[in-house]
Structure formats: structure tokens, C-alpha cells
């Protein structure tokens, strides 16, 4: 069915050997091909190594055990390799794609990039976690004397931005080198999909886990855990009740890939895609759960918006952290000399709004608070 060629590849995975290559021209690697070193700078970037210290939904507050945004790329990386081999799909690209899509996260998750887009758009300008990930890899990462960035391959800069939604080409003209009406390849619509996959269920273990969730609640709100659960309570009534979350969990998981494979696959057979080409000018993304699969997964996203994202504990940790970066931000704009040297020095090239949103958003979670300490006190 997946037309492979060689090196177990489908006709319509991204091989290397097509790239349109980087920006600035290096030698080849002697026993690393080109997806290969993307995904290795990736990992040896300063901006990778801080994923470490910034939070998907709970804080350290919590526990030293919950995801983080580091332990999320992984987990994403992880999901995404084995639906990647089931396709026939490139590895090596999706592997780099699924390490580098959270790079251009600001500190403290989904919360600190809604304020960071909200104080952008007071100076009519922007915030995109995407488009600060690309500036990241092809600016503000400095390892190589020979140029700037991390010299990426162009399937692997297009991923970064295209892989979780598509760009409007007259609204982002400044984007125009990556096919924006075309659709990237299935290596990074594969991402999208994984990725929520990876924060589906782990929002969902950390949410029980902190125990602003029960079993109870959850079996009530999620059809695909209950369906999941019931034969399990029966087969292992006397199990501790943790363990018996975790072998769901783990279910749930392995049926959310196991239809995303089928049905993409039935897409790809369906369709007669052979090629890339035929990928791209498709009308649209060809990654994708099958309708039931799709209803239940949105029925996940919702109980989990309603019943963690919006649980108490989760909005007053939320306020702390808007009123901390909202105060950093407007004390750097209204004095950016207080800004690092190398950072004050941008200002006299750029709008001082914009240098403060790039050097906030690179910073972990707790450099920001020791800043905001040092800047403006408790």
C-alpha cells in the first residue's frame, strides 16, 4: 500500500537526497545525512536546552515530575517516529520537525504566549510562537562562524511554521520563500496531529496526577476513557486504582495513533498520492483522525479545557504569571537600557517593543521571575 522506496521510504515521504538544501551551502556529513544534523543542532541549541525550565500547564509549584516543554518535545517525538515508520514517512524530518516545534514557546506555556500577543497587538504588531521559533533557528541561535543560525534545512524551517497551520501568502509576504499555498509535506502535517495527541493524554495524567482531576470525573467527561476503562475494571477489579489510569492512558494513547496511521493511510490509498507533489497541492492536509476518532479526541480537548485549563488553582497561578510578564514587558519597553547590552544594541535596528518580546519570550520560566524580582521587586 505505501509504494516504499528504498530505505523504507513511500513515494510520497520528503527524502533527503530532494531537499532544496540550506541556506548557506556546507559539505556533506560523511556519516550523517542532512535531516540528521538538523535534528542534532537542533538538540545542541541553547533554545532547546531551555525547554527544560518552561511550563506546558503546571508549574514546579506542583511537582518535579509533571511535563515540562522539554519532556513534551520528546513525547511528541516519540509518537511521531512511530506513526512515521507505519506510513513509510522520512524519520530523520520528522524527528527534527517534532524536537524543534516548541522552541519558539515563551516562558510559562499557552498563558505567557497569550500575553505576549495581547501587548504586541497594543503596538499593532504580533506574537506567534511559530514565527519566533523560525527567528530563533535563523538568527538568534550563534554557533557557527561561518553564518548565522543554526543553518537548517528548508524542509525543516517550512515545518517549523507550517506544521500547525497554514499562512495567508498576502498577509506574510515576508514568508514568500515557503510555498505558502502549497501544503507542507506529511512529515510536518504529521506533527500538528502528534503533538496533540502528546498533550491530550498528558495534560490528562498530570491533571489526575495533581489531583484536580478523579477517575470519576473523568469517566464521566471522557467517552474514549470510559469505553477504555470498563473492560479493564473488569478484567482487574481489585487493581489499584492508579495503575488501572495508567493502562488506559496507555490505550487511549495507542488508539488515537493507531487511527491516525489507519486513516491517513486510507487518505494516501484513497487519494493515489505517489508524491510529494501530489502532498502539496492537495486542497487539504491529508494527516488526520477519521471522523469518530476526530469527535472523540475534540470531546478530550473539551473536557480538559473545561476541567483543568479552567480549574481555580490553574487561573490564580495564571493571573501571577500575567501580571509578572506584563510588568517586565512595559518596565523594558519604557526603559530599555535596563535591557542586556547585546539586547539594547537591537533597539537602535528594530521597534525596542519588538527586541523586548524576543528577549521575554526566550527566557524560562524562572529567569523571568528572578528578573521581575530584581527589576520590580516581589
Known sequence: MNHRL????????????????????????PYRNDYERDRDRIIH??????????????????????????????????ISRTAAEALGLNRDLVEALALAHDVGHPPFGHSGEAVLARLMAGYGDSFDHNLHALRIVERFEQKYVEFPGLN????????????????DA??????????LDDLPPLEAQLIDVADEIAYNSADLDDGYEAKLLTLTRIRDGVPLFDRLYRPLERKYPMAVEKLKFNEVLKR??????????????????????????????????????????ARENRELKDFLFRRL?????????????????????????????????????????????????????????????EQRRKLLGS
Not at 528504498?6 to 520528503?14: E, P, V
Request: hydrophobic share 35%; proline share 4%; with cysteine.
Open 6 to 29: 528504498g530505505k523504507g521510504l513511500a513515494g510520497y515521504a520528503m527524502q533527503v537526497e530532494r531537499t532544496q538544501g540550506r541556506r548557506y551551502a556546507e559539505p556533506a556529513h
Open 45 to 78: 541549541s541553547r533554545a532547546f536546552r531551555r525547554l527544560e525550565n518552561k511550563t506546558q500547564v503546571f508549574t514546579r509549584r506542583y511537582s518535579d515530575h509533571f511535563r515540562n516543554r522539554l519532556t513534551h518535545s520528546l513525547e511528541v517525538a516519540q
Open 152 to 167: 537548517l534545512t528548508f524542509e525543516v524551517r517550512e515545518g517549523i511554521i507550517k506544521h500547525s497551520r497554514d499562512y
Open 170 to 179: 498576502t498577509r506574510f509576504p515576508e514568508l514568500a520563500e515557503y510555498r
Open 252 to 293: 487511549l494513547i495507542d488508539t488515537l495513533v493507531t487511527d491516525l496511521i489507519e486513516t491517513t493511510q486510507a487518505r494516501l490509498r484513497q487519494k493515489r498520492i505517489r508524491s510529494v507533489a501530489r502532498v502539496r497541492s492537495e486542497a487539504r492536509r491529508l494527516v488526520a483522525l477519521d471522523p469518530a476518532g
Open 309 to 369: 485549563y479552567c480549574h481555580r488553582e490553574v487561573g490564580a497561578e495564571r493571573e501571577k504569571i500575567v501580571r509578572a510578564l506584563e510588568g517586565l514587558f512595559r518596565h523594558f519597553v519604557e526603559h530599555p537600557r535596563s535591557l542586556p547590552p547585546s539586547h539594547f544594541e537591537k533597539t537602535r535596528e528594530e521597534p525596542a517593543h519588538r527586541v523586548v518580546c524576543d528577549y521575554i519570550a526566550g527566557m524560562t520560566d524562572s529567569y523571568l521571575l
